[in-house]
């Protein structure tokens, strides 16, 4: 199947021209002004943007959490991922503390098989020792596993301790992988939480109040020291807030480069939705933040010191939200924003005028691609790059709502919020993915993508 794409705009991180671009099977083969081939089938894109698919590197499917499950799986994660423009996830695959890593991607493998969009996994390790050390080792080099995920935060479930974090950093190191983190000092946020419960504070805005900027601060400080120490390269998922971002500014200062995810909720919403009396639907961790920090954040994208925009959708229905409805500490964390990503940042971002068009697609896909080590397969339209492409236009308004959205939620956290900007047509390594509001791809099409080293020159 051959697949003519014609008179976009193409826009790459570093490019952006009018020219049409020839698909060949899976991969782009030709890109050039009034290109003189014929295909099977032609794309009309003039006056629409065309951009490399997107990866968002945090989504967490069919995961066990806090008592339940997240709401959205493969087949229903992905689909909704493609229709707001993301092609490919990068899923959490959870050690259960005690067990092997081995037998955790055995779970998540099977999970994935009826995938609808391309995605990998991070390994998170919950319990580092001797034997961990070895899995570590096998899956870099055998599964292409390379990413290493780490949380400073939920103590008994996922937490690791500091010793345990700079042995697994300099085994990641050797081998050339990458450690992220969630970085919140847990111990902190346990004690304010205990102390809010023995007061009876209750509600979802203790939720927020147990987890101050200091706590995501100290931790981001404290990683960057150990990634310093070790001289592993780090990553630091969802960040929030000015004082982390600062903890990591500093770091430059000894000339260290350490990795920043943001999540487009923290671009685009705050904290005084912890004050409704439907707070639940935005509680995640870390909670929403401040509007200075929204600031901080997208300021620190055109610095270069955020360098991804993913989103930890982490869905619940709202009956599971309900879990803690007199316990602001046993809602379950998260929610549900995989498909809203790339529109919220390119109209939040580009339409309003604080990030370049260039700027948006280096953190929607482009830096993603070079971190986790598959560029340029992915996150890029060049010759011989998978043909997941994004046909955008950018004009259309449309309002986000739970009446129209594709995640497994029966609310929507953006209900009537208003975005300039929309996916129109998507392709999925030479496949129509997405077209005139529509899924064309099965279960099952979605293929599970091997990764490398990261490029540690962004
Ligand atoms: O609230 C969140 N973020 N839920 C998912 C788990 C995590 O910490 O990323
Ligand atoms: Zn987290
Ligand atoms: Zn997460």
């Known amino acids: 199947m051959s697949i003519l794409i014609k008179n976009g705009r193409v826009v790459t991180a570093e490019s952006d021209y009018i020219a049409d671009v020839f698909i060949k099977g899976e991969k782009i083969v030709a890109i050039g002004k009034d290109l003189p081939i014929k295909a099977r089938r032609t794309i009309d894109a003039t006056g629409k943007l065309v951009f490399p698919g997107g990866i968002d590197p945090h989504v967490h499917l069919d995961m066990p959490f806090m008592g339940t499950y997240s709401s959205d799986d493969y087949e229903n994660g992905t689909r909704a991922a493609m229709f707001g423009g993301t092609t490919m996830v990068i899923d959490f695959i959870l050690q259960t503390q005690g067990k092997t890593l081995r037998s955790a991607l055995k779970t998540w493998q099977?999970?994935?098989?009826?995938?609808?969009g391309d995605y990998s996994y991070h390994m998170a390790?919950?319990?580092?020792?001797?034997?961990?050390?070895?899995?570590?080792?096998?899956?870099?080099?055998?599964?292409?596993?390379?990413?290493?995920?780490?949380?400073?935060?939920?103590?008994?479930?996922?937490?690791?301790?500091?010793?345990?974090?700079?042995?697994?950093m300099k085994i990641v190191k050797e081998n050339g992988g990458l450690v992220t983190v969630h970085a919140t000092n847990g111990d902190m946020i346990d004690s304010l939480?205990?102390?809010?419960?023995?007061?009876?504070?209750?509600?979802?805005?203790?939720?927020?109040?147990?987890?101050?900027?200091?706590?995501?601060?100290?931790?981001?400080?404290?990683?960057?020291?150990?990634?310093?120490?070790?001289?592993?390269?780090?990553?630091?998922?969802?960040?929030t807030c000015e004082g982390a971002l600062n903890a990591v500014r500093k770091a430059t200062l000894r000339n260290q480069k350490v990795f920043v995810e943001t999540c487009s909720q923290y671009l685009v919403?705050?904290?005084?939705?912890?004050?409704?009396?439907?707070?639940?639907?935005?509680?995640?961790?870390?909670?929403?933040?401040?509007?200075?920090?929204?600031?901080?954040?997208?300021?620190?994208?055109?610095?270069?010191?955020?360098?991804?925009?993913?989103?930890?959708?982490?869905?619940?229905?709202?009956?599971?939200?309900?879990?803690?409805?007199?316990?602001?500490?046993?809602?379950?964390?998260?929610?549900?924003?995989?498909?809203?990503?790339?529109?919220?940042?390119?109209?939040?971002?580009?339409?309003?005028?604080?990030?370049?068009?260039?700027?948006?697609?280096?953190v929607t896909s482009t830096n993603a691609a070079k971190i986790f080590g598959m560029y340029p397969k992915k996150g890029t339209i060049s010759i011989g790059a998978d043909a997941d492409i994004v046909i955008f236009n950018p004009e259309t308004e449309h309002t986000l709502s739970v009446e129209t959205h594709h995640m497994n939620a029966d609310y929507s956290s953006y209900e009537g919020f208003k975005v300039k900007g929309k996916t129109e047509t998507?392709?999925?390594?030479?496949?129509?993915?997405?077209?005139?509001?529509?899924?064309?791809?099965?279960?099952?099409?979605?293929?599970?993508?091997?990764?490398?080293?990261?490029?540690?020159?962004?």
């Open 125 to 168: 390790v919950t319990d580092f020792n001797d034997k961990t050390a070895k899995e570590v080792v096998k899956m870099i080099k055998e599964e292409g596993i390379t990413s290493f995920k780490t949380f400073m935060a939920y103590k008994g479930a996922l937490m690791i301790d500091d010793g345990q974090m700079v042995q697994l």
């Open 110 to 116: 099977k999970k994935s098989g009826k995938a609808i």
């Open 193 to 239: 939480i205990a102390k809010n419960r023995a007061k009876g504070n209750m509600t979802p805005l203790y939720h927020y109040l147990s987890q101050p900027e200091v706590t995501e601060a100290e931790a981001s400080g404290r990683f960057a020291d150990m990634l310093h120490y070790t001289g592993c390269p780090g990553y630091i998922v969802h960040m």
């Open 426 to 458: 998507v392709l999925l390594r030479g496949k129509v993915g997405i077209e005139k509001g529509k899924c064309k791809l099965k279960p099952g099409y979605g293929q599970f993508v091997k990764r490398g080293r990261t490029s540690l020159t962004i």
């Open 269 to 362: 919403l705050d904290a005084s939705l912890y004050e409704r009396e439907d707070g639940a639907k935005w509680v995640m961790s870390p909670p929403l933040r401040e509007k200075k920090d929204q600031v901080a954040l997208w300021s620190g994208i055109n610095q270069g010191l955020v360098q991804v925009v993913g989103t930890d959708h982490c869905p619940f229905t709202w009956k599971q939200k309900q879990m803690g409805k007199d316990d602001f500490s046993k809602i379950p964390n998260g929610h549900p924003a995989i498909e809203h990503r790339m529109e919220l940042t390119y109209s939040e971002g580009v339409a309003k005028g604080k990030i370049s068009l260039n700027k948006f697609v280096e």
